[in-house]
């Protein structure tokens, strides 16, 4: 499998309108669907931040590389592990589900800051190569003394998709599930780029979610229930 800046790039130019388009539907069929639609558009972000990593490496400018890198990791490492289960539970009526995906997202944002924020203000815990024709970005976490950091993956993955893995709405469940397979595969697969190829796979799935939007179900926003 090969990546690179067009790659990345095509991806964004291609998730951007998309993620607008999905916007422009869930406001009309149910709002409580919008930050789900917005996030092809963060994905198509995050891609463009990966775009500024390639570019980086062919000049060999080490700005260009950290600048990038840090763009796509506050993505990767904190952005999702809030957003995903927020617009989840955003989505939802049934007051249970929500205070997981409410919950889950709160966690998410202190693990997610505990991973993240280390790295800015220890840039030596960040070391970015190309292995394998895709991006690996080796980090230290302060979690590394005590758990290895497939555990720390797991935990990644159990906050994103608990919530989808719950949700009320069978098509965010399957779109849960493919996640949860593409995440496998790029463990099985592509283990030392994982971050960067699970991110790249996620991205492309993300366009389901404007098919989601079309489709959800009419809501009287006001009384907050499904027509």
Request: charged share 10%; hydrophobic share 55%; with cysteine.
């Amino acid at each position: 499998m090969c990546f690179s800046a067009p790659v990345s790039f095509a991806a964004s130019a291609l998730l951007l309108p998309a993620g607008f388009y999905g916007l422009r539907l869930a406001a009309q069929h149910n709002p409580r669907y919008l930050p789900l639609a917005a996030i092809p558009i963060a994905f198509g972000l995050q891609q463009a931040w990966e775009g500024l990593v390639w570019l980086g490496m062919e000049a060999h400018s080490s700005i260009e590389v950290r600048l990038g890198a840090f763009g796509f990791l506050a993505f990767a490492y904190w952005f999702w592990l809030f957003w995903a289960p927020w617009s989840v539970a955003f989505s939802e009526t049934n007051p249970i589900l929500q205070r997981i995906g409410w919950s889950l997202g709160a966690i998410g944002c202190v693990y997610g800051a505990l991973l993240y924020l280390p790295l800015v203000f220890q840039p030596d815990w960040l070391a970015i190569q190309i292995f394998h024709h895709s991006i690996e970005y080796n980090t230290r976490l302060i979690f590394d003394p005590w758990v290895s950091q497939e555990v720390d993956r797991l935990v990644y993955a159990l906050i994103i998709l608990t919530p989808f893995a719950l949700a009320s709405n069978p098509a965010l469940k399957g779109f849960g599930a493919m996640i949860a397979l593409s995440a496998i595969a790029s463990h099985w697969l592509l283990h030392q780029v994982f971050v960067s190829v699970w991110c790249f796979f996620a991205a492309i799935l993300s366009l389901l979610i404007v098919l989601i939007c079309q489709f959800s179900s009419p809501v009287n926003w006001k009384q907050g229930t499904v027509d």
